[in-house]
């Protein structure tokens, strides 16, 4: 079923995902059920934590850290068959919709809205002089999946901002793939 959002707080929201405002409700509603407004897709992203599902619905981004800014995040990456033991500041992984923001600020491009991929962007990555990290930006394929093992007993994953906060232990496993669940929205203008 598509939703219409609305924005209500447009004197300071952007309001992306939003058709409508207080203002022009009535007639945004008008043109929804009567089927006037245009219907998007969206791809969205799953994450399980130790093979136990967390959340199918992830429009934006996931952040995965350490519990302190400012130590450094550690972990094993792996895309697919590729696999790398990293050091950062963290990764942002998400669907196109969280492409336009922190993993753009990172380094990440922005991916079509209509995309059914995800994108990985390792924040501040360290490597040892003489090295390089390979997946320090990756693109993933619908039918593939990217999992993080955790190398650090006090870290943390972060779920569509900083409200949804999941514990990550020493060995932990994350798992990140494309949702089964796409939202559909009603109005949206496009980037």
Known sequence: MPILGVNSAPSYSIGFFCAATRKDFRLRLEQALTGKLRKSTLSRMAVSLNGRMRSKRVLNDTLYCHDSPAATSRYILRVGK???EQRSSGIWI???AGSTAAQRSAGGRVLPLGSRQLQLVVREPYTPPGTKNALER???KPDERVTITSKMD???????GPQRKLAVRLGDEIEFSLSDTPLQVLGLRGR
Do not use: K
């Open 82 to 84: 590729r696999r790398e």
């Open 94 to 96: 998400g669907p196109p």
């Open 138 to 140: 990756a693109i993933v």
């Open 154 to 160: 006090d870290s943390s994953l972060f779920i569509d």
